[in-house]
């Protein structure tokens, strides 16, 4: 068994922006809070944090190895770089599905914009994380505005995580969350509306108890 401060924690935060001109971008209403306050917790029991973080109003915990990113593609890459060297992976992140097929050279004239914009998947993080996993317990999160737990359930086993957190999609940018804990012993824990630093709490708690 591991002691507690030698547990080596990834969180990721935040929204992406995907762009199609310099200046344009699509994104979501992500504002980073739930990560950075599972940042917070991890740091409050280890030194070993690191933080990846899309763009954010936020000041990230003191303590914390700060990897601040734009896209999915730049996620992916300090994700994917990182995960050997760690014990814990939590993805907070929201990171956009879909990007622009082409990034305009320079600003989109409004009369020339053909009024259709290409899109193709992002690579997902956290399904090849799952293919890569060894020992490391890999936790995600399912904000859904429909059947949240089945839709929950099903991103567990296709994402191969240990736990999932599910949200309900008001949950952006509040100060609060109403979560329930989804693992492969089946049964669903469901916590109060909590503020995000305790559920934050919560899900490092429940992460440790799994480290091996
Ligand atoms: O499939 P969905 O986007 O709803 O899955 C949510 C979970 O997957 C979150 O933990 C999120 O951080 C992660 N994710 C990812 N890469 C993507 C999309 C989502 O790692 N391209």
């Known amino acids: 068994m591991k ?3 030698d547990i080596r924690f990834l969180i990721t935060a935040g929204p ?3 762009f199609f001109d310099p200046i344009r971008y699509i994104s979501n209403r992500s504002s980073g809070k739930m990560g950075y ?3 917070e917790a991890a740091r409050a029991i280890s030194s070993a944090v690191m933080l990846v973080s899309g763009p954010t109003a936020l000041t990230p915990p003191k303590g914390v190895e700060f990897v ?3 896209t999915a593609q730049e996620m992916a890459e300090a994700v994917w770089s990182r995960f050997e060297a760690v014990d814990v992976c939590i993805m907070a992140a ?4 879909f990007r622009p097929k082409k990034t305009a050279a320079s600003k989109i004239k409004k009369g020339s914009f053909s009024g259709v914009l290409e899109l193709e998947p992002t690579p997902d993080i956290l399904a090849e994380l799952g293919r890569r996993k060894k020992s490391q317990v890999l936790v995600g999160f ?3 505005t429909d059947d949240l737990e089945s839709n929950a359930r099903e991103k567990l086993v296709r994402k191969g995580l240990d ?3 599910a949200n309900d999609t008001s949950a952006f940018d509040a100060e609060t969350n109403r979560v329930a804990f989804i693992g492969h012993e089946g049964k669903v824990e469901r916590l109060t509306e909590l503020p995000k630093s305790e559920v934050a709490k919560a899900i490092i ?3 440790v108890r799994l480290v091996r």
Request: net charge negative; proline share 4%; hydrophobic share 55%.
């Open 3 to 5: 002691s507690l401060a």
């Open 163 to 165: 736990f999932i957190v």
């Open 94 to 97: 929201a990171v956009c599905d």
């Open 142 to 144: 399912a904000a859904e």
């Open 68 to 70: 601040p990113v734009t």
């Open 205 to 207: 708690e429940r992460a």
């Open 16 to 18: 992406t922006r995907e």
């Open 37 to 39: 306050a599972i940042a």
